[in-house]
Antibody
């Protein structure tokens, strides 16, 4: 059974930083690209970032470029999202999701077939 | 790519059909012949779940009452007979140019 368990969400002040983690199990983690998607309170889904299976390719939505960094440790079956210079508009539940592809070239060209339960990041003073 | 869903909400009597439209600002057909359009359902208090991939393929475990159709820039999700467990917000998503979701369509039961 595929399991994705996010952690690291907290209340943080504007301008602050934190690292989100997503522990994966039930599939061969190093064979699949992974994604982060967020959902602001009461709002829709917004894709944030993708990373290829090896970590060699990464992609970001424009609003987080230069502030967020996606990474992975395939030896630990864990996906990360380093979030810096946080703004109020970054307040959201952050979901990690598995794709169905290994490679990404310009785009990962794949659905997000399994999702974690999400972790809440609140940016407020 | 902008994804536009209509309607944004609908209320359906159990046993009746439902239909949701999704239009993309660019064609989602790639040179490999695949169309990178997906449908998700987010039930209340839950994470999104994949329903349909590549326009019309039901994901594992998805009931046959869900079907997807369309091509190019116009797509439709249909539920042949709505059940109480189908309530939630439905999203379309494209993956031909990174990922973009539609605004979501909230399905309620009458």
């Amino acid at each position: 059974e595929v399991q994705l368990v996010e952690s690291g969400g907290v209340l943080v002040q504007p301008g602050g930083s934190l690292r989100l983690s997503c522990a994966a199990s039930g599939f061969t983690f190093n064979s699949y690209a992974m994604s982060w998607v967020r959902q602001a309170p009461g709002k829709g889904l917004e894709w944030v970032s993708d990373i290829s299976a090896t970590g060699s390719s990464t992609y970001y939505t424009d609003s987080v470029k230069g502030r967020f960094t996606i990474s992975r440790d395939n030896s630990k079956n864990t996906l990360y999202l380093q979030v810096n210079s946080l703004r109020a508009e970054d307040t959201a539940v952050y979901y990690c999701a598995k794709t169905t592809t290994r490679y990404c070239s310009g785009s990962c060209y794949a659905p997000l077939d399994y999702w974690g339960q999400g972790t809440l990041v609140t940016v407020s003073s | 790519i902008v994804m536009t869903q209509t309607p944004l909400s609908l209320s359906v009597t159990p046993g009746q059909p439902a239909s949701i439209s999704c239009k993309s600002s660019q064609s989602l057909l790639l040179s490999d012949g695949k169309t990178y359009l997906y449908w998700y359902l987010q039930k209340p208090g839950q994470s999104p779940q994949l329903l349909i991939y590549e326009v019309s393929n039901r994901f594992s475990g998805v009931p046959e009452r869900f079907s997807g159709s369309g091509s190019g820039t116009d797509f439709t999700l249909k539920i042949s007979r709505v059940e109480a467990e189908d309530v939630g917000v439905y999203y379309c998503m494209q993956s031909i140019q990174l990922h973009t979701f539609g605004q979501g369509t909230k399905l309620e039961i009458k």
